[in-house]
């Protein structure tokens, strides 16, 4: 641990001088479709609605992962606009939080949705999320509610919100199960061999979603971020036979074009013959 602290700090000073920059105006020319709450039930789909959120409908049950729909922190400004808010989002039945970074763990969001729901995230985390409905689950641990199976898995990344509270809260990605469906949730990650054991493991997945964004500057991005080949290559260690690319296309996070993950990603899945599919924010994938 104290290894990574170097690189650690060289990631904060590179963090203030992004923060400096979000303050010049800037808009990511992406399309950005709007949507309708009524589009979000209308039978078994997907729906990537930015960054890292996506929202899972299956059957009559909804998940939702990592929603974020504002400013980071109320301060890192959004690039493109969400495709709709959280006030207007159906009610989910379970938010599944990948780690507690504050562009996965969006208190603002939360308090946006419909009550009710039930937050799935890594231990420790639930010092973040007073007043919800908090299971938390270590690496390997499983809960099954209303139907659905849900396993914590390992990433290699990292947990921070406060200059006081450094890896106090697990991150993780996911397995999620529900109606013969298998879906794997990668949250944030760098590349590491722990994918082909989850594979090995769990695998085959029917539908992968993985991180491609915030990966430039190489150097410091690596350990914690996958770039766009990576992804690709977590997606074949998975065993997936669908892959979708997700924490992209709403802040400036990372030093690479807005538009060059999914672009990348889609390029480097027609070369390794892996099956997968970009959705712009907004855009649907029916199942």
Request: charged fraction near 25%; proline fraction near 9%; glycine fraction near 10%.
């Amino acid at each position: 641990m104290e290894a990574e602290r170097p690189l650690l700090m060289e990631i904060f000073r590179w963090k203030v001088t992004r923060f400096i920059e979000n303050r010049v105006p800037r808009i990511f020319e992406l399309p950005v479709r709007e949507l309708s709450p009524e589009e979000l039930l209308e039978g078994d789909r997907v729906v990537f609605l930015g960054h890292g959120t996506v929202w899972l409908q299956v059957g009559d049950r909804a998940l939702l992962f990592d929603p974020i729909f504002g400013p980071i922190g109320g301060v890192v400004r959004r690039r493109t606009p969400p495709p709709l808010s959280p006030e207007d989002l159906p009610r989910p039945d379970l938010v599944l939080i990948s780690h507690a970074h504050l562009d996965h763990l969006d208190r603002a969001s939360l308090r946006g949705l419909s009550p009710g729901f039930r937050v799935i995230c890594g231990l420790g985390a639930g010092r973040y999320l007073e007043g919800y409905a908090v299971t938390e689950l270590d690496w390997l641990d499983e809960v099954r509610t209303s139907g659905i199976r849900i396993v914590a898995l390992p990433a290699q990344h990292w947990s921070q919100r406060t200059l006081f509270d450094h890896n106090r809260a697990l991150w993780a990605s996911y397995l999620v199960e529900i109606e013969g469906l298998r879906v794997f949730y990668g949250g944030d990650t760098g590349y590491f061999e722990g994918f082909r054991e989850i594979g090995e493991e769990y695998g085959p997945f029917d539908l992968a979603f993985l991180p491609c964004g915030a990966y430039e500057p190489r150097e410091l991005m690596a350990p914690f971020h996958l770039n766009p080949e990576e992804a690709v290559r977590a997606a074949r260690d998975l065993r997936a036979r669908l892959a979708l690319p997700i924490h992209w296309g709403a802040y400036a996070l990372g030093d690479e074009p807005p538009e060059a993950p999914p672009r990348l990603f889609a390029e480097e899945a027609r070369k390794e013959g892996l099956t997968a599919r970009v959705l712009f924010p907004g855009e649907i994938l029916r199942l």
